[in-house]
């Protein structure tokens, strides 16, 4: 059981928006940065979001991140077919001195 | 360009050893860490730890502690992982990158480790 929490699944339809929610404590998300990764099927992650809401160059601003307290999330507008993934937040855990993945969140678009 | 080319599947049987290599081209080796995570099959991933390329310094999960082993050489811009005493739950695809923290800007391609007798 991963200690970042992530909702299993998210759908929508192309064009729209959705959010994926993480959330850790205090050790974690609330006094570290966060970073979202995108996997597609057989192949590596793929940096997205980092240090909360900034993103790699070469990442559409159709995706953004944000951050407030123990809490984070990934929003992605205008849905595409292309983003249908899975996504991983992650964050450095002080407790553990190490890194923290969450469950993965499945994106389908409908 | 920057990447991290890993070395091939292996195929191990219960209680033997795997070591995975990690090759970086395209940057300057010694100025990042390599961290290593795995993915077991439908699985999330899991940190294993990370060597600093520069000075060789590595901090290892708890879970992995006693078991892994993170090296690297520098001549050769190659980081290391060798895990012991395999068993059927360590079957997973394991992946290199190149990072601080959580924030891992490279990965190499993974490398499919299968544990079965």
């Known amino acids: 059981q991963s200690v970042l929490t992530q909702p299993p699944s998210a759908s929508g339809a192309p064009g729209q928006r959705v959010t994926i929610s993480c959330s850790g404590g205090?050790?974690?998300?609330?006094?570290?940065?966060v970073y979202w990764y995108k996997q597609l099927p057989g192949t590596a992650p793929k940096l997205l979001i980092y240090?909360?809401?900034q993103r790699p160059s070469g990442v559409p601003d159709r995706f953004s991140g944000s951050k407030s307290g123990t809490s984070a999330s990934l929003a992605i507008s205008g849905l595409r077919s292309e983003d249908e993934a899975d996504y991983y937040c992650?964050?450095?855990?002080?407790?553990?001195?190490?890194?923290?993945f969450g469950g993965g969140t499945k994106l389908t678009v409908l | 360009q920057v990447q991290l080319v890993q070395s091939g599947a292996e195929v191990k049987e219960p209680g033997a050893s795997v070591k995975v290599s990690c090759k970086a081209s395209?940057?300057?080796?010694?100025?990042?860490?390599v961290h290593w995570v795995r993915q077991a099959p439908g699985q999330s991933l899991e940190w294993m730890g990370w060597i600093n390329a520069g000075n060789g310094n590595t901090k290892y999960s708890q879970k992995f502690q006693g078991r892994v082993t993170m090296t690297r050489d520098t001549s050769a811009n190659t980081a290391y992982m060798e895990l012991n005493s395999l068993r059927s739950e360590d079957s997973a695809v394991y992946y290199c990158?190149?990072?601080?923290?959580?924030?891992?800007?490279?990965w190499g391609q993974g490398t499919l480790v299968t544990v079965s007798s």
């Open positions: 240090t909360n809401n």
């Open positions: 990158a190149r990072g601080t923290a959580a924030h891992f800007d490279i």
């Open positions: 205090s050790s974690k998300i609330g006094n570290n940065y």
């Open positions: 992650a964050a450095w855990d002080d407790s553990l001195s190490g890194v923290l």
């Open positions: 395209g940057y300057s080796f010694s100025t990042y860490a």
